[in-house]
Nanobody
Framework: QVQFVESGGDLVQPGSSLRLSCAAS????????IGWFRQVPGKEREAVSC????????VYSDSVKGRFSISRDNAKTTVYLQMNNLKPEDTAVYSC??????????????????????WGQGTQVTVSS
């Protein structure tokens, strides 16, 4: 089955750090730009970050810039999201997807959820005191 498997979510206090993992299953990670998205019940899915396949360049949403860091290990077929200084508004289900239309992330394209596929089930991140 072709999909991602996300892990690493937890209940943490504000100011804490977490590292999420996104393991690819059934396909080669090298060929795709990979995006992390998050969703809160009742709200639209929000793009958080993207990492390109071609040059490893990255894009971040304004809400996480400076706090989150995306990286990829193609040998381990895994993409990571390091989240520092977590805030209650970061609470959401985090999922990753492979961009099926482009290999490079751009500011204008990385938010287009319809370009992504191979979604996993997501991992819950809860930030609360």
């Amino acid at each position: 089955q072709v999909q991602f498997v996300e892990s690493g979510g937890d209940l943490v206090q504000p100011g804490s750090s977490l590292r999420l993992s996104c393991a690819a299953s059934g396909f080669t990670l090298d060929d795709y730009a990979i995006g992390w998205f998050r969703q809160v019940p009742g709200k639209e899915r929000e793009a958080v970050s993207c990492i390109s396949a071609s040059d490893g360049s990255t894009v971040y949403s304004d809400s996480v810039k400076g706090r989150f860091s995306i990286s990829r290990d193609n040998a381990k077929t895994t993409v990571y999201l390091q989240m520092n200084n977590l805030k209650p508004e970061d609470t959401a289900v985090y999922s990753c997807g492979a961009n099926l239309m482009r290999r490079r992330c751009t500011v204008t394209s990385y938010t287009r959820g319809y370009e992504y596929g191979y979604w996993g089930q997501g991992t819950q991140v809860t930030v609360s005191s």
